[in-house]
């Protein structure tokens, strides 16, 4: 059975483009060590940067991006859960939306969240989050390599589900294009400033469009 491919919400690279990965489980647990905290995660084949933290994330777990301290937050394209466990450890009275098409990338989300006794956490399909939620905080690595207008339509998407007042932080290697992303956010209405760079990646901070309401 050929997989189904996966609609614009995952992390780049790899069979993680699929909603059922079909290469074999073969899962290696991790520590991360932050400066406010610390946390076990499972990786797994199949799922984005398996055995580690990506470079990219890591820049944007250890910067000082603004991240609420109440309501909705989202980990977009969630993965092992590095950025929805952060944010449910720095945030304990937010609700934390762990969204990824990916079958195992959700298996590894919930039993991330159980492992660190985070009861916060909220692993979801896209399709599962409710049309009413509006979030305070987005933070996601974003699928750069699905191709330009899928990559687009996915951020409209969920940049539109920005409350009044929130913020989201992408992740986006320079060389895959984080300058033309900020140009063409800008041109859509986001106010978009890079706020650090390192290692060949850019962290973008995105705000919502003048229309978008909470």
Known sequence: MTPKPMPPTGHTGGSQYFEDPTVPSDPVVVDVTLPDTAFTMETDTGVFSRGHVDAGTSLLLRSEVPLASKG??????????????????????????????????????????????????RVAAPEDVPDEIRFSTIWSNPPIRIGKLALREL????????????????????????????????????????????????????????????
């Not at 952060?86 to 990338?105: C, F, L, Q």
């Open 72 to 121: 909705n937050l989202l980990d977009l394209g969630a993965g092992s859960g590095a950025m929805a466990l952060t944010m449910g450890r720095r945030s304990p009275d937010a609700t934390v939306w762990a969204v990824d098409v990916n079958t195992r990338a959700r298996e590894l989300c919930r039993r991330n969240a159980a492992r660190n006794h985070l009861d916060n956490i």
């Open 155 to 214: 951020l409209l998407t969920w940049l539109g589900r920005l409350d009044a007042e929130g913020t989201a932080t992408l992740v986006v290697q320079k060389h895959l294009g984080a300058d033309s992303l900020q140009r063409w956010l800008t041109s859509e209405g986001h106010t978009t400033e890079r706020v650090a760079s390192k290692s060949g990646f850019r962290l973008l901070a995105v705000r919502p469009t003048s229309g978008t309401t909470a």
